[in-house]
């Protein structure tokens, strides 16, 4: 079987500014969900991966991460605020 990604085209989608604090927040979490699922499996912060060992140079706080591997999580993120958009749902600012 041959595998051929075919993701959703959102390219017609575009996010409202209002929502960069959100998108951000979001791609940070993700990094911190991932980087949990990782310790919870045993691996740990190491200068480069190493599968054998279970380290990762990526586990460190988000802040702490080169900026392109922030922007992967804002990439994945973004895609996904796209795709709800287009499926019709609303995401609004809660009032305060």
Known sequence: MTYSPKPVDTSGIALPREMEEL????????????AAQRRAE????????????KEHPDLVPYAELPETEKEYDRQATKETLKLILKLGFRIETPSR
Not at 23 to 34: C, S
């Open 42 to 53: 045993g691996w740990r912060h190491g200068p480069r991966r190493d599968d054998g060992k």
């Open 23 to 34: 998108l951000e927040t979001l791609a940070e979490n993700t990094h911190t969900i991932w």
